[in-house]
């Protein structure tokens, strides 16, 4: 599969890795990272490269040039060497790349007719202190600067995660992390009810707008 996050009116199949179609990088869409941080030992970076080259082999279709290895590598070592990866080394459980769908409004019962959301979930843990952590990994060519501005344009989505944990977990999440590889900075949501009503409005002005 490819990596990606939408809405659907049915349940969808489970997903699997997929060659992205001629034409497209890897490295373009982040797809070649996250693939090799779903299986990644963070404790183990020395082996980083040699997951790059195998999934990127995996993923580039025959004849296609290979994406950029080297910087495939480069930034998932700086994410290893981060705080955020020591939060996982030391977490309690780690969950990565879940697969889900989550019916709206989520605060009534679903039916036949429900539209649900689907998706997945990059990564999901309980820190040593218990609390749960959705962590989403995004590629994006910006710098630290610009954060707050690329961090508005998946909002909605994050917040998504927030609902769906809650509704897995059977308790709030404590926090929703954007994690940014390139310039190694992150844009961090508190899941609370503020944060349940700002999802809501976003969705529902997504949905009027579509």
């Known amino acids: 599969r490819t990596h990606s996050s939408g809405w659907v009116t049915k349940p969808l199949a489970a997903?699997?890795?997929q060659a992205l179609p001629p034409g497209r990088s890897a490295a373009d869409r982040g797809t070649l990272v996250h693939a090799v941080l779903e299986t990644a030992d963070f404790r183990n970076p020395a082996?980083?490269?040699?997951?790059?080259?195998?999934?990127?082999?995996k993923l580039t279709p025959p004849g296609e040039p290979l994406p950029d290895l080297d910087l495939a590598t480069e930034l998932i070592e700086r994410f290893l060497q981060s705080p955020?990866?020591?939060?996982?080394?030391?977490?309690?459980?780690?969950?990565?790349?879940?697969?889900?769908?989550?019916?709206?409004?989520?605060?009534?019962?679903?039916?036949?007719?429900?539209?649900?959301f689907s998706g997945y979930i990059d990564c999901l843990y309980q820190g040593a202190e218990g609390?749960?952590?959705?962590?989403?990994?995004?590629?994006?060519?910006?710098t630290a600067a610009q954060l707050p501005e690329a961090a508005a344009e998946y909002e909605m989505q994050l917040l998504l995660y927030g609902y769906v944990c809650e509704r897995v977990l059977k308790t709030p999440p404590a926090r929703l992390v954007l994690h940014y590889l390139r310039p190694g900075a992150e844009s961090v949501v508190h899941w609370d009810d503020a944060?349940?009503?700002?999802?809501?409005?976003?969705?529902?002005?997504?949905?009027?707008?579509?």
């Open 131 to 142: 609390g749960w952590v959705v962590l989403d990994y995004k590629t994006n060519r910006i």
């Open 195 to 210: 944060a349940r009503r700002r999802a809501v409005e976003l969705v529902d002005q997504a949905l009027d707008a579509f």
């Open 84 to 116: 955020r990866a020591a939060e996982l080394i030391s977490a309690r459980q780690v969950l990565r790349e879940l697969e889900f769908q989550l019916a709206w409004p989520p605060d009534f019962p679903a039916t036949p007719d429900s539209l649900y």
């Open 15 to 17: 997903g699997c890795w």
């Open 47 to 57: 082996q980083i490269r040699q997951r790059v080259e195998l999934h990127a082999a």
